[in-house]
């Protein structure tokens, strides 16, 4: 019997959080030895999957020469991706990177619907794009898979997608940072690690953070994460702070400098008015570190009883809870211990066999 061939978009591949999940499903194919019945053809860019030839569920990798997010492969991708259609019984787009005309036997993975969920932070034309996109995707797509119950509530209100066609799959976790030698001579200090776009409340919490360095000046909170420009809104920010020798930013940490940092941090500082799912917190929680985070969309599902929720609104009462970590150590230990727990549930989550399932239940259609 042929083995079915499944294609996945892996452009995405080394790029932000996307890339960090398509690294994580491709870990999980390769090392897998109960597939018996699909075998995956990977699509690269730049020839960066070159080391998954020959890899276990691997049949092919085809390196295409179309950027994630071009005007290219909003108009003309369908020529490359109806080509591998051909050849192929499924495509999985892990992104909504897709040109407009995608072939019909598609699945999706959607991660979040932050340019219409807050839309005023984005360009109006590119909101109008994506808005087509996700029109065309909920109502031509073969199944839709959410990574978070969260985004398939969103779905279904904002697209009218039916629920059967949605099915939510968290993220499989597997942090594996590489040892490195400590290179950060700081103690006693908060993180935030993830970029600076406005719906992530940096603002908010180095605002915060200035008020309790007026109490605690022995304290630092630490911005990792990469800019884009070279001078922004933030640093702009940070100019105006009175405690400007508390703050510590770090643009070139890489995946060993991140392991040091989430170790020996009091806590996660994770406000952001909205996530499709968020990896920082869960790898923090991998080192028993809780995270302060906001109590809106998928962040309660992913934090759960391994940190603190929060009102984005209520400042007063987010200074408060961050007060209560750095005086109150048995609090700490016991959210550490929850955060340990959590991480071990996303850990041994079983995402590849529910994505399998998906694949079979369209595959075996007539």
Known sequence: MRKKLVALDCRMYGMSGIGR?????????????????????????????????NKKNIKKIINLKLKPFSIKEFLYGHFYFNSIAKYTDLIHFLHINVPYFFPKRSVFTIHDLIPIIKHEYFPSHKVIIYKNLMNRIASKSKFIISVSNNTKKDLMRLFNVDSKKIRTIYEKISVNFPHKKNRFNVKNYFLYVGNRKKHKNLNLAIEIFDKIFDKYPNYYFIIVGKKDSKFDEIDKLLLKINHKKNFVQIIDADDGDLSNLYKNATALIFLSEYEGFGIPPLEAAYFGIPTIASNSSSIPEVVKKGGILVDIKDKEKIYLEIIKIIENPKLKDKLSKEALNNYNFFSNYPELEKIMDVYREILNRR
Not at 27 to 52: G, H, P, R, S, T
């Open 21 to 53: 999940y398509t690294e994580n499903l491709l870990n999980q194919i390769i090392n897998n030895d109960d597939i018996e019945d699909v075998e995956f053809v990977i699509i690269d860019y730049n020839n960066k999957l070159k080391n998954f030839s």
